[in-house]
Structure formats: structure tokens, C-alpha cells
């Protein structure tokens, strides 16, 4: 049983369990300042949840840990979450907070005109603890994907955190995004926490960008290993340029070797959520054991998905559909462009591309 009074059955393993809190966001009706935005449609937003509900889209089991309020808001993120085939069985309520909302601008994150308002302080995912989650429900996936975001919610849950990523027999692979988010640390030493927690991962995604503004890397991608050289797999995102991933294997076991992907030309809707997608192609990529280019270049479809729509979660292509788009020749890969709809229809690689 666990300490909230649930009982706790052997959990099934899944192919990923993703932890971390999800809220219910309001996405504006038409662009403008949040004072001048008269209405809202409703969605759903948490970076853990958005990779479980892309892998389990994409075909893959996966399974959302985490804690909502006893109210509608939980409610509809955990049937929402539910309806993509993630099971939430092991989502938590809880009687005494509620569940995180937010309020954002039309605009791209990157734009002095984007605005966001967070409503989560003191939410239910912010209680998550060793104590207060079913960790073998947590372990009992072939990979763990985590964020730095949960680190930044409480004492509880960095400690939580650092429960998980804790060497030990058993444990799943651990995949960790930095997602450094300055807004949510009022702690300076963000930078050091999150530093330590990538060091025990065994799978890391990280923006060069927020690389450099968290750890003051700068000099591309290799200087980003050479400040995180303990995770097998080090993947830095480099924006519309595309990705790098460092692997130690036998042929590099000292995993220092840059293996780059450029991202395909899109015509982009809106940004928000296209890392997490990006981070659900590459371990979907990772979970079939495909070659690293093919993994980033799965890493880019699913963000192209996601960048083509409004909202933080997008239909993946069909499975057959990327995999053909993954294996085109390089030539053929540098021409193609995806623009809003590009996931409707499983057409031929040539018809993908544009001149």
C-alpha cells in the first residue's frame, strides 16, 4: 500500500514511464496581450505526459506516473491522457491541492510578445515524493523519462528525483531533458541541480542554447559533452539547424565522436511542445534499436508534427510513414519540407518533398 492509502499491485512493464506533473492549459481564441484575449479553448500540457502520449500514438506501451487534484481539471487530464492509450492507472489524486492550470499568448515562446501565466504553485504534482508515488510503477518500464521541470517543483520532488536516477540493480535506462526553465527556480542553484541530475542519466536531451545559459558551455555540441561525459547517450538539440548525439559504444567508448541530423524544413504553426516530441521520436527510435541518424531523424518528425499545430500535442505520422521518411538519402532528406496536415496521409517519400 502505498503512503496516500492506494493499494499497489505488481505494475505491468511498459516501454516507457514518463513522470512529472501535467496541467490543463488555455490556449487563446486569436492573438494578443492575455488582457485582451477574450476566450480560451481548453488543452493539456505537462512535457512527460506529451512524450508518453506520442510514444503510445506512435505504437509504443507507456504508462504517465504523477498526481492531479480531486477536481474536474484532474479529471480531464487524466481521461485526456488516457483517451492517446497511456495508461494512468497510477495517477494519483489528491483531496487537498489542485491541479496546475496556465494561461498562455498565441505568440512563439521565443518572441517578446509571448506571455505565460502559471497557476501551480502548491499543486498536487508539486506533493510527489518517494512517499507518495508508486516507484515500482515508476521502474517498471524499459526506459524512465524524466525532466528537470518536476526537479524545480519542490524540495519533494528533487528528492524524488534523485531517488529514481540512483544507481542501483534493475534500474530502467534513464532518460532525462534538462527542460532548464529559469521562471520556475528561484533557487540559483538550479544550474548545479540540474547538472547532477543529467550526470546520472544514461540518456540526456539538452538545447545547446539552454546548455550555454545554464552551464556557461558554449563552443557547440562537443563542449556540451565535455561537461556531461557520464550519460551513454547525449542528445543537444540544436534548434531549426537540427541535432547532435554523442553514444559510447565499442567503436567510441569514449562517446566523443558527434554524429549531427539537420532537421527538415516546416512550416511552423507554433513551437511549444516540439521538444518533447522530438525527445518521443528519438526513444522510439532508441526503443527499436535503430542507427543513431535514423533516431534524431525520428526525433525531427515527431517536433515537425508537433510544430505544424497549435496546441502541445500532435498525431504522430503513421509509423510506416516515418520510417520511410527516416531512410531517405540525404539529398532527398535536405530537400524535404513538412508544412500544417504533412501527418494526414502515409504518402510516398517523393511526395514529401518540395524543390
Known amino acids: 500500500m502505498t503512503a496516500d492509502g492506494h493499494l499497489s499491485a505488481a505494475p505491468d512493464v511498459v516501454d516507457v514511464v514518463a513522470l512529472g506533473e501535467s496541467m490543463v492549459t488555455f490556449l487563446p481564441t486569436r492573438p494578443g496581450r492575455l488582457a485582451d484575449v477574450p476566450s480560451f479553448d481548453r488543452g493539456i500540457g505537462g512535457a512527460e505526459s506529451n512524450v508518453a502520449c506520442a510514444l503510445s500514438a506512435f505504437g509504443h506501451s507507456a504508462r504517465w506516473v504523477s498526481r492531479v487534484g480531486a477536481d474536474g481539471f484532474g479529471q480531464h487530464l487524466v481521461e485526456t491522457v488516457g483517451r492517446y492509450g497511456v495508461d494512468v492507472s497510477r495517477v494519483r489524486r ?38 507518495t508515488v508508486d516507484l515500482a510503477a515508476a521502474r517498471a518500464g524499459r526506459v524512465l523519462h524524466l525532466s528537470g521541470i518536476t526537479a524545480a517543483l519542490s524540495g519533494d520532488c528533487l528528492e524524488l528525483l534523485r531517488v529514481l536516477t540512483a544507481p542501483g540493480a534493475g534500474r530502467p535506462l534513464v532518460s532525462f531533458d534538462v527542460n532548464h526553465r529559469p521562471g520556475l527556480w528561484p533557487d540559483p542553484a538550479a544550474a548545479r541541480v540540474l547538472l547532477g541530475l543529467a550526470r546520472r542519466a544514461d540518456l540526456v536531451f539538452v538545447g545547446e542554447d539552454e546548455a550555454e545559459q545554464a552551464w556557461g558551455t558554449g563552443g557547440g555540441p562537443g563542449a556540451v559533452r565535455a561537461a556531461l561525459p557520464e550519460p551513454r547517450l547525449l542528445v543537444v538539440k540544436q534548434g531549426s539547424g537540427g541535432a547532435t ?28 511542445g516540439a521538444g518533447d516530441a522530438f525527445a518521443a521520436g528519438f526513444l522510439s527510435g532508441t526503443l527499436r534499436g535503430l542507427p543513431l541518424r535514423d533516431r534524431l531523424r525520428h526525433g525531427h518528425l515527431m517536433a515537425a508534427a508537433t510544430l505544424t499545430v497549435p496546441g502541445d500535442l500532435a498525431a504522430p505520422p503513421a509509423r510506416s510513414h516515418a520510417d520511410r521518411l527516416a531512410a531517405l538519402d540525404d539529398g532527398a532528406w535536405g530537400r524535404l519540407r513538412l508544412g500544417p496536415g504533412w501527418t494526414d496521409a502515409a504518402r510516398a517519400p517523393e511526395e514529401a518533398n518540395t524543390p
Do not use: K, L, N
Open 94 to 131: 489528491d483531496g487537498a491541492r489542485p491541479t496546475g492550470v496556465y494561461f498562455r499568448t498565441a505568440g512563439d515562446r521565443g518572441t517578446d510578445d509571448h506571455e505565460v501565466a502559471y497557476y501551480r504553485a502548491g499543486s498536487a504534482a508539486s506533493a510527489m515524493s518517494p512517499a
Open 245 to 272: 548525439v554523442f553514444a559510447r559504444g565499442d567503436d567510441d567508448p569514449d562517446g566523443t565522436r558527434p554524429v549531427f541530423q539537420p532537421a527538415p524544413a516546416v512550416d511552423v504553426v507554433a513551437t511549444v
